[in-house]
């Protein structure tokens, strides 16, 4: 059974920082992190293969960082300098392949976490 688990949400202040974590125990899949705000669709915001190569939304490049733990099966998405358009619930997503499909579409990733909610503001 797929159970992926996310943690590290939380308000912060625009510019400030915070970083998400989401385990999948045993897995070693392509992974990545998604973002739903009110109102609007679903959007790829970055992902890592098992082999540690990663894609980011134009959004969020040099702003966020995604990396992966495989000691611990956990991936990690440091975010810095957040802006409120960043504002939104964060889910952590598993694909049952080796590398990540470009570009990042929900349809590709099989199995999702509980979400956990980032707030920025202004």
């Known amino acids: 059974q797929v159970q992926l688990v996310e943690s590290g949400g939380g308000s912060v202040q625009a510019g400030g920082s915070l970083r998400l974590a989401c385990t999948a125990s045993g897995y070693r899949w392509c992974m990545g992190w998604f973002r739903q705000a009110p109102g609007k669709e679903r959007e790829g915001v970055a992902a890592i293969d098992r082999f540690g190569s990663t894609m980011y939304a134009d959004s969020v490049k040099g702003r966020f960082v995604i990396s992966r733990e495989d000691a611990n099966y956990t991936m990690y998405l440091q975010m810095d300098n957040l802006k409120p358009e960043d504002t939104a619930m964060y889910f952590c997503?598993?694909?049952?392949?080796?590398?990540?499909?470009?570009?990042?579409?929900?349809?590709?990733?099989?199995?999702w976490g509980q979400g956990t909610q980032v707030t920025v503001s202004s």
């Open positions: 997503a598993l694909r049952l392949s080796s590398y990540c499909a470009r570009p990042m579409q929900a349809v590709d990733y099989n199995h």
